[in-house]
């Protein structure tokens, strides 16, 4: 596993180390002891699967602390376009994003911690894309910014794109609250959640 530095602090690109031969190939999609060394700590609770056909946007998604998740995020088939928004308000990146190619063939994989929006859209004809998280679903807190946001005006490659309704009343970035990284790495506890959903 090589794990490579973005611009914004904290967010790693993943290279899973692939042994391929004439049966197929093998990898580790995770190793808790590789990923802690750039990531910190980061306990699985749960594991998510969507597919989404071509120009199917989900996003921007977060949720506000003690129930902050981490994510780590890839894509088992297809190709997608995953982007990230810095919500720390005391991050020096606040209010930037970063979008990364994921797709089934090069198999990277995004670390995204704690103080961030998640959403991607799919490029290709159809994608399956898969998430590990580090919080369950907790409904009273969950939070999203407008995909269209004129201030993080995001180039999501796709001019027609299939957005849910939910999706397209969420606020606009300048009308959310956000809060410091050290608020967002508050552990949660096992009220107010609902196990087996997020990120829709």
């Known amino acids: 596993m090589n794990a490579k530095p973005t611009n914004i602090p904290d967010v790693y690109i993943i290279e899973p180390q692939i042994y391929r031969d004439s049966r197929g190939y093998f990898f580790e999609p995770y190793n808790i002891e590789k990923l802690q060394k750039y990531a910190g700590t980061f306990n699985i609770v749960q594991a998510n699967q969507s597919k989404s056909k071509h120009g199917v946007l989900r996003g921007l998604h977060y949720q506000d602390p003690p129930y902050t998740q981490a994510k780590l995020v890839t894509v088992v088939k297809g190709e997608v376009l995953d982007v990230i928004v810095d919500i720390r308000t005391d991050s020096p990146t606040f209010g930037q994003y970063i979008s990364i190619v994921l797709n089934g063939s090069n198999k990277l994989q995004l670390f995204v911690p704690k103080g961030f929006a998640h959403g991607f859209i799919t490029l290709s004809k159809d994608a399956i894309f898969q998430y590990y998280i580090d919080a369950p679903y907790a409904p ?6 407008k995909f269209n946001d004129p201030t993080l ?21 300048n009308q959310c609250m956000f809060y410091t990284k050290e608020k967002y790495n508050k552990l949660y506890s096992d009220e107010n959640t609902e196990r087996g959903r997020t990120d829709f």
């Open 153 to 173: 005006n995001i180039n999501w490659k796709i001019r027609r794109k299939i957005v849910n309704e939910k999706d397209c009343l969420l606020p606009e970035f």
């Open 140 to 145: 009273k807190y969950e939070r999203g910014i």
